[in-house]
């Protein structure tokens, strides 16, 4: 079975702290690892997506790796609109095009 | 920008009511899916379609059914609405014809209650 893990599940950083988010995935195969992020009251919007294990990309802030086993979101600097829930999901091949979600981060940025 | 839409924000429904969700995306998309949120579980996947009058379950699809009769237009029907349903509900959209087709664009969900 599919399976996405997230790390940790809540994380409270100060401004300008920086931090990474881990993503963790069991798969048949990976076709691709995307992440979100989720505003409180919204829908999740996209960020990356990434598709083999040495993919590196990068949003203002945040930097995405890949790797055979985890991914992880780098936040450099963060500033308070930063804070959000952050989401990995996995993308199977065979699977078509539905994504498995991990539970999330619940990233806070304080002042 | 693709603007996935959901007829409502909050929904209160009754035990054993019919509960019709939906959700229009205007940016031609083909692909269409029914996501579930619940606290700790993360988003879990009710159902999904290719193309219109095309649906397929997903992990969760007990006590719900779909309907997609225009391509715009994306249906999740709960048939007899119970207490273990009370969730946010979050429609999401995809295009084959995106360079990476599998990017969903998600509405901002309808937080449903079953009382």
């Known amino acids: 079975e599919d399976q996405v893990t997230q790390s940790p599940e809540a994380l409270r950083l100060q401004e300008g702290e920086s931090s990474s988010l881990n993503c963790s995935y069991t798969?048949?195969?990976?076709?691709?690892l995307f992440w979100y992020r989720q505003d409180p009251g919204k829908g999740p919007e996209f960020l990356f997506t990434?598709?083999?294990a040495g993919e590196e990309k990068e949003k203002e802030r945040l930097k995405a790796t890949l790797t055979k086993k985890e991914s992880f979101l780098h936040i450099t600097a963060p500033k308070p609109e930063d804070s959000a829930t952050y989401l990995c999901?996995?993308?199977?091949?065979?699977?078509?095009?539905?994504?498995?979600f991990g539970t999330g981060t619940q990233l806070k940025v304080e002042l | 920008d693709v603007k996935v839409t959901q007829s409502s924000r909050y929904l209160v429904k009754r035990t054993g009511e019919k509960v019709f969700l939906e959700c229009v995306q205007d940016?031609?998309?083909?692909?269409m899916f029914w996501y579930r949120q619940d606290p700790g579980l993360g988003l879990r996947l009710i159902y999904f379609?290719?193309?219109?009058?095309?649906?397929e379950k997903g992990d969760i699809p007990e006590g719900y059914s779909v309907s997609r009769e225009k391509k715009e237009r994306f249906s999740l029907i709960l048939e007899s609405a119970s207490t273990n349903q009370t969730s946010m509900y979050l429609c999401?959209?995809?295009?084959?014809?995106?360079?990476?087709?599998?990017?969903?664009?998600f509405g901002s969900g309808t937080q449903l209650s079953v009382l």
């Open positions: 999401a959209s995809s295009s084959y014809r995106d360079a990476t087709n599998e990017k969903l664009f």
């Open positions: 798969v048949s195969g990976l076709r691709g």
């Open positions: 990434l598709y083999s």
């Open positions: 999901a996995v993308q199977v091949a065979g699977g078509g095009n539905k994504l498995t």
């Open positions: 940016m031609d998309h083909e692909n």
């Open positions: 379609s290719y193309d219109v009058k095309m649906k």
